[in-house]
């Protein structure tokens, strides 16, 4: 074979495989007969054979016409688009020297029957799999018949699936290339796949096995029921057997080619039980081989011994945490779907938060190190928070359900059948004496300042406030100091460990008094009414709201810059094209000074804020311009912000003394009714700073990003990094690493850690529990609609609701109309400028406590949320009834 023949063919245990030029099926094979496995002989061709073949025949410019403007979703377009190139491909005329490579290379081996399989570069990957996306040829006899299914194998990478699937994963086409992988045909007995973790519920120590007769060519399409075994992977046990039907076989034919055969053998086992544990074994053997990553593989069964025929990663499971073993058994839930924010967290983000909340935790004597803490872990570049202590003790475990059932109840719903489980037993503890007087020491100033907050919540409600904005203050200051990186990042460690000691055990007990007074009232409304309508009315125009008192300061600027003549013409511009000219200074002074005004209070906000390493509003302050451009288009005094908010405010009052004339025809009411409005006034006093502790870890994050985004600008003059925002893709060990001296190699772990980022931002569901022996929990409540075919969610904002769907994933592009019903994952403060214009408010994610319950109620807009799958379940355009009292959505009419 020439030197030229080479880069077009290898033999399959040809070392040279990459990714680039085998395709992720053949690295993996050739990679899998390297290390002994038993794998069919065989050849391969090369991407570049590929590339030979479309440069010969022109065939470029046909695919590159076909796939523009092709969406995904879009059914038709994407088979006209593979029709024309794969039609194009079928007259297509393979080069001679290859035909000549290919023909000589199959004559050494004797003209065997083959299997020709398709190997992509987008194929097979850790993150993608795109099983099923090519096209395979079994039972291929002569040279005639190998090259045209060579042929038809390089155009199946232009299948209308394959295209879609890269649409909708963000893969670019161009680039692409696919290897042909030839080789010996195994005319199997039996056939099938092997999971080496459960695809279904995710147990990294359980296997399991589908089996059919025949090849497998019928269990991959999906044309038989085939058995299915469930194997423990630690005891090596066949735990669970069901046997498919099996009706359709599929077997080799002597001259070529396949026949089909249709038989019941639901009565016959397809593997012994001794076979069954054979191949699980090998299976555990291809696993460890590839770093213990979970696989899927595709096995035959022919004269008593097993062949690989492929192996790839399962990307349908989610992630573990790094080096989290199976047992004993943990239980994580997931902090996104408490914060309602499903994304990724950035490198830095994930620090942040991390070592903030270590800190909270050392405010009630954890004594954590941030170094060695292992109860806030990474998975998916999410964090989940390791609850598994708390359920295995009797106190632990009935605050988490109180907890839970305030702000995530679907969480709570996921864990209530986990309580059983002998692994989360219930263990008798007693406390140390030393423990119990370090939490004593701890709690009674925070119980001093809970009552002091009862007798006199006004006055502490702005001791409370005084004391945050001097911490915050502090705190900018101190992150404005000019210094070098690692004094920068001394100051910052410093400033986690510090800031929680100092705020929270002031705080918290200030809004601890305002949740009590709120549990309370609900308790006595249930009593006098049956039901919490009225004690969640006394919250509706709350004061002292950071977040609604920013909805009121936006308001208050869009009045003055609605006068601005400059600006009539640009407010009906693209947001974008004002956030640029107020980025370049191209407004007058006064539109600058009152935008100034706004944002150097609150730019400090963004999407995801809790993420340390998104943009804030000062960055970009285009979705600021977006909210701008929503509330001058409020014509109706009736729906500005500050008539909403006044109206809920005096609904707040009237529900107060409604809900004291009910209280007080109980038994013992003149006593209730008085302790009503007793509770009502702390509610209006300190309820409101709910939001103030994510408001002042927002001020320090947008603080610290500041100073990094500084240093990254540093780095990047340096020739370190390529962009300053790089910055917040390392982890603040690895910067100390940078400070000291370390300089190289940093471009290249970002890319990858920005590679990942996109990745998971793309990923379609995030389980509100994850258990470290790799069982995921997805489902909310409602999963499933009830006999009337309404859904069911967790009532948080009273009131009934009737309008269209808007489905929104992004608050920088809603588009929401005022009247429509907001159904998204979840919100934060973002996302609150467009709760004035919409009628009512469903979420995936959240609890009675959640931002977006607490907004949706002071604002008066009926809301249920912990909606599992809400913006799949519910379309754009679909008219629906919602009820905030009893959490059930109805659907009124479908989108036709």
Known sequence: MTHTDSSLLLPLDAPQATLATWGGKGLNLSRLIRAGFPVPPGFLLTTAAYRSFVIANGLQRIIDAAIAGVAADDPAALQQASTTIREAFGRGTMPAALVKTVTDTYAGRQQAAVAVRSSATAEDLPDLSFAGQQDTFLNVVGTEALLTAIVQCWSSLWTARAIGYRLRNHIPHHGLGLAVIVQEMVASEVSGVLFTANPLTGQRNQMVIDATLGLGEALVSGLVEPDQYVIDGETMQIVEKKLGAKATRIDAVANGGVRTVQQDHSQQQALSDTEILQLAAWGQDVAQHYDNQPQDIEWAYADNSFTILQARPITSLYPLPTDLPPRPLRVLASLGAVQGMQDPFTPSGQDALCHFLVSVSNTVGAGLDMNSQNFLLIAGERIFIDVTGMLRHRLGRSLLQRVLGAVEPSIGAVMQPLLADPELAVQQQRPRPATVWRLLRRFIPIVARFALSMIMPERSRRQGQRMIAQAIVQVQEQMAKPAELHVHLQSIAHLYDEIPAHVLPRLLPRLACGMASLNGLLFLSRQATGSDQLALEITRGLPHNVTTEMDLALWRTAQILRAAPELEVHWRNDAGALSRLYIERKLSP??????????????????????????????????????????????????????????????????????????????????????????????????????????????????????????????????????????????????QELAAGKHEGWQTLVAERRAVYAREMGRGRVPRVLLSDGRTFYEGLGATPDATGAIHGNPVSPGVAEGRVRVVLDPHHADLQPGEILVCPGTDPSWTPLFLAAAGLVMEVGGLMTHGSVVAREYGIPAVVGVHQATKRLTTGQRIRLDGATGEIRILETVS
């Open 590 to 735: 006064a539109v600058l000074q009152t935008l100034d005004d706004f944002l150097n209070t609150y730019g400090v906000r963004g999407l995801a804020e809790i993420d340390m390493g998104r943009p804030r509003w000062r960055q970009d302050p285009t979705p600021v311009f977006q909210a701008l451009q929503s509330y001058l288009s409020i014509d109706d005094p009736e729906q500005a912000p500050d008539a909403v908010f006044a109206r809920g405010a005096a609904r707040a009052e009237a529900a107060i003394a409604e809900l004291a004339t009910a209280a007080a025809t109980l038994p013992r009411g003149w006593i209730k009714a008085r302790l009503v409005r007793f509770l009502a006034r702390r509610v209006r006093a300190l309820a409101g700073l709910r939001e103030t502790p994510k408001w002042t870890i927002i001020n320090i994050f947008s603080a610290v990003r500041v100073l990094l985004l500084h240093d990254g600008a540093a780095l990047v003059t340096a020739g370190i990094l390529n962009a300053a925002d790089d910055i917040f893709f390392l982890h603040l060990c690895e910067l």
